[in-house]
């Protein structure tokens, strides 16, 4: 089975048993958490070529997802999709830095998962119709618009599935979202979308944990502070509105008569220290 195939395979299946359908996702990071359990991030990261990453944890069994901070909405949907794939074929330990670069088979397959998870041709046919030939510029800016798809990735799965021909996916491959934000009326729609991509986001799990052990008295408003990136009278007046308050600890007063005398055995001391038993 080509990586294509299992690819295009894998987003099908992930879609149907968790009942996606073939339409737009929305909120990635969230869907992945509620539907697989794994814990994903969005940091703030100094590398501007660093996109994502999947690590796993062996020892509790926990999967973490962290992908970057980016004006390119659309980029950070398909990092996180790429991501997916590899937690799904846990492929992450064959993920070399000389791999990254050559485009390792398991890279090229998370790509091709992302793309069909994102933008299935069954959803396309839905939105779409049968292939007519190329088609109308205003229905390719209603794609990567509804969908939350890059021009790229639009374009390959639109010509795969042959409502575009090799000609104008290769000049469409090249356009910008923004572009086509602009030209056909969303501009502002996409601006709020690139906002919401380079906010940073904790992994909901441990947020939720943290928040109980805070209200717990276990975990200190700072650390609550420190995971979600902003300052500690933020996240206290946050905690507060919402009505979370740390429990005060349970201090049991003991009298003098619980307390029990305590015999201590001398007999082995050396005898060089018998004078300190007094």
Same mark, same amino acid.
């Given at each position: 089975?080509?990586?294509?195939?299992e690819a295009?395979a894998?987003a099908a299946?992930f879609?149907?048993?968790?009942h996606? %359908?073939?339409g737009?996702?929305?909120?990635?990071a969230?869907?992945i958490?509620?539907?697989?359990? #794994?814990q994903?991030a969005?940091v703030k990261?100094?590398?501007?070529?660093e #996109?994502?990453?999947?690590m796993?944890?062996?020892? !509790?069994?926990?999967?973490? +997802?962290a992908?970057?901070c980016?004006p390119?909405?659309?980029r950070?949907?398909?990092? /996180?999709? #790429?991501?997916?794939?590899h937690a799904l074929?846990?492929d992450?330990?064959?993920?070399?830095?000389d791999?990254?670069?050559n !485009?390792?088979?398991?890279? +090229?397959?998370?790509?091709?998962?992302?793309r069909?998870?994102l933008?299935p041709?069954? %959803?396309?046919?839905?939105?779409?119709?049968?292939?007519t %030939?190329?088609?109308?510029?205003?229905d390719?800016?209603q794609v990567?618009?509804?969908?939350r798809?890059s021009?790229?990735?639009?374009?390959?799965?639109?010509?795969?599935?042959?409502? +575009?021909?090799?000609?104008?996916?290769k000049?469409w491959?090249?356009?910008t979202?923004?572009a086509?934000a602009?030209?056909?009326g969303?501009?502002?729609h996409?601006?709020? /979308?690139q906002?919401?991509?380079?906010?940073?986001?904790?992994?909901?799990?441990l947020?939720?944990?943290a928040v !109980?052990g805070?209200?717990? %008295?276990?975990?200190?408003?700072?650390?609550?502070a420190?995971l979600?990136?902003i300052?500690a009278?933020t996240? !206290?007046?946050?905690?507060?509105d919402?009505g979370i308050v740390?429990?005060?600890?349970l201090?049991r007063?003991?009298?003098?008569?619980?307390i029990?005398?305590?015999?201590?055995?001398?007999s082995d001391?050396?005898?060089?220290l018998?004078d300190?038993?007094?």
């Amino acid at each position: 089975m080509s990586n294509e195939t299992e690819a295009q395979a894998a987003a099908a299946h992930f879609r149907s048993e968790h009942h996606l %359908g073939n339409g737009p996702l929305g909120d990635l990071a969230t869907l992945i958490e509620q539907t697989t359990g #794994h814990q994903v991030a969005v940091v703030k990261v100094d590398d501007p070529n660093e #996109h994502g990453l999947t690590m796993w944890d062996p020892k !509790r069994n926990v999967t973490f +997802i962290a992908v970057a901070c980016t004006p390119n909405f659309m980029r950070q949907r398909s990092s /996180l999709a #790429h991501e997916l794939a590899h937690a799904l074929f846990r492929d992450w330990s064959t993920r070399e830095a000389d791999q990254l670069s050559n !485009r390792s088979p398991s890279e +090229i397959r998370a790509d091709a998962f992302a793309r069909h998870f994102l933008l299935p041709v069954d %959803g396309l046919r839905e939105l779409l119709g049968a292939p007519t %030939g190329d088609l109308d510029p205003i229905d390719f800016s209603q794609v990567i618009q509804d969908f939350r798809v890059s021009p790229s990735l639009a374009s390959i799965a639109l010509c795969s599935a042959g409502f +575009i021909s090799e000609e104008t996916k290769k000049v469409w491959m090249k356009t910008t979202t923004s572009a086509w934000a602009t030209r056909f009326g969303w501009i502002d729609h996409y601006r709020s /979308l690139q906002i919401e991509s380079q906010c940073p986001r904790v992994p909901q799990r441990l947020l939720a944990a943290a928040v !109980r052990g805070y209200e717990a %008295g276990v975990v200190t408003v700072a650390t609550i502070a420190t995971l979600r990136g902003i300052d500690a009278d933020t996240a !206290r007046q946050e905690l507060e509105d919402a009505g979370i308050v740390p429990t005060p600890p349970l201090v049991r007063e003991t009298s003098a008569n619980e307390i029990h005398n305590v015999e201590v055995d001398f007999s082995d001391w050396p005898a060089e220290l018998e004078d300190d038993k007094e």
